[in-house]
């Protein structure tokens, strides 16, 4: 199972992308968690994940989320922001599983 993990800044803008990236997942046969949390909640998440995805209005936190993230050996990427605020789930969950090596 493939744990995939999304930061936003309140943990609620992402609850939609969330459910669609399920849905494709589901479609595709993909065994995988999907989360999200508010922008303080993350770091100790990362060590639940595979990858972390950084909602496109938190980009400037990318920095200080690498260092974590490098600590508990997982990747790390800002959404696009075309495919965020599409909903794209299918876009977002083709670029975590790419960051993961699926």
Do not use: H
């Amino acid at each position: 199972m493939k744990r995939i993990l999304l930061a936003c800044s309140s943990g609620m803008s992402t609850s939609l992308l969330v459910k669609k990236m399920e849905e494709e997942a589901k479609e595709k046969g993909v065994d995988v968690e999907i989360w999200a949390v508010a922008q303080d909640k993350a770091p100790s998440e990362m060590e639940k994940a595979d990858v972390l995805l950084i909602g496109p209005q938190m980009r400037f936190m990318k920095k200080k989320f690498s260092k974590r993230a490098e600590e508990v050996g997982i990747p790390l990427d800002v959404i696009d922001p075309v495919a965020y605020g599409r909903v794209d789930g299918k876009a977002v969950l083709n670029m975590a599983l790419e960051l993961i090596g699926e």
